[in-house]
């Protein structure tokens, strides 16, 4: 693997934002809606079931099994106002 010369580049930002069609502060805001996501996502459990659905539906039974959790587990990774709480 080839070295880099600097690993820590600088960038002229008035010649990015030149290129950009998405003001600054529109950026920012998605940019802190996405983080608030990834920080509800970042739970082991939670990620286990997206693996797990991304081959297809499944129940919350099926889950279970998968996961060798209990119902209560699973379906608790699943509930969208604990989810939301976890990311906020």
Do not use: W
């Not at 069609?21 to 805001?29: F, G, Y």
């Not at 996501?37 to 099926?62: N, P, Q, W, Y």
């Amino acid at each position: 693997m080839m070295p880099l010369t600097n690993p820590q580049p600088s960038y002229d930002a008035p010649a990015v934002t030149q290129h950009c069609d998405v003001a600054p502060e529109v950026m920012m805001a998605r940019a802190d809606d996405a983080s608030t996501f990834l920080k509800a996502l970042a739970h082991e459990g939670r990620l286990m079931i997206l693996c797990h659905l991304s081959t297809g539906e499944k129940t919350v039974t099926e889950l279970e099994n998968l996961l060798s959790s209990r119902q209560a587990a699973v379906s608790q990774q699943l509930d969208y106002d604990l989810f939301c709480k976890d990311a906020g």
